[in-house]
């Protein structure tokens, strides 16, 4: 049988444009450091990049705790069968984040310093802490569904399960803490943000529009896999 042949498509030659310039910049933040790929500076370290990176990305991955909210504490049945895409999704967009801090960072390699040696009067170490906590309930939710069908580990999935509403639980309060942290962040920083958008209620703006957000996101997934694989959700 007859391997088909490749195909050069506009999104292909654009998709592989984008790979190229982002290795380029990948090899410029990692050789000649952030500030030379970036032109940020101590004066301005935040860029357009970390507010869709970091602050749209995590918002868009909210639609984990929201969904299972939803299903196992508001006891929302019928909804059921778009956690597991849902809390997919939301693993994926945590890990994402993650793996994307390593070229936001200037000392990527003391990503793990605020877990360790965090102020703790810090919205930016509570932000931290909390991000990667949940990146681990996240895992464990998704352990608990993925990891099903290996007989092997029929024990600790069912234990999983078996703890399953205190993860949802954990996952509810720990995403409430750092979306709205997101919102901390211009809270503590006026001077940064036009006064037309401040408010020191900030961070309840940032927790419900994450929930907006993470909603309309697991929408577009659950559309995306019907049209794509013939998903029904």
């Not at 967009?93 to 009067?121: C, E, M, Q, R, S």
């Not at 993860?167 to 997101?182: D, N, Y």
């Not at 919102?183 to 703006?205: A, C, D, F, N, Q």
């Amino acid at each position: 049988m007859s391997r088909p042949k490749f195909k050069f498509t506009f999104w292909r030659v654009v998709a592989a444009l984008i790979l190229i310039a982002g290795a380029v910049a990948t090899f410029q933040r990692f050789v000649y450091g952030l500030g030379y790929a970036t032109h940020l500076s101590d004066d301005f370290p935040w860029g357009l990049w970390i507010g869709f990176d970091v602050i749209s990305g995590v918002g868009l991955a909210a639609g984990g705790f929201t969904i299972t909210a939803i299903v196992y504490i508001f006891n929302l049945k019928k909804y059921h069968c778009i956690v597991k895409p849902t809390v997919l999704t939301a693993f994926m967009g945590y890990v994402l984040v993650g793996t994307a801090l390593l070229w936001d960072l200037g000392k990527y390699y003391d990503i793990w310093h605020p877990l360790v040696f965090g102020n703790h009067h810090s919205a930016m170490f509570e932000l931290g802490v909390c991000v990667a906590s949940y990146t681990g309930v996240l895992a464990l939710e998704f352990a608990s569904i993925a990891l099903g069908k290996f007989k092997w580990l029929r024990k600790p999935v069912g234990f999983l399960k078996s703890i399953y509403i205190v993860l949802v639980i954990l996952g509810v309060l720990i995403s409430t803490l750092h979306q709205s942290s997101l919102g901390t962040l211009y809270v503590i920083v006026p001077e940064k943000l036009h006064p037309l958008w401040y408010s020191r209620l900030l961070p309840i703006y940032f927790f419900f529009t994450a929930v907006g957000a993470g909603l309309g996101m697991t929408v577009v997934e659950s559309y995306l896999s019907w049209r794509g694989m013939g998903h029904e959700a």
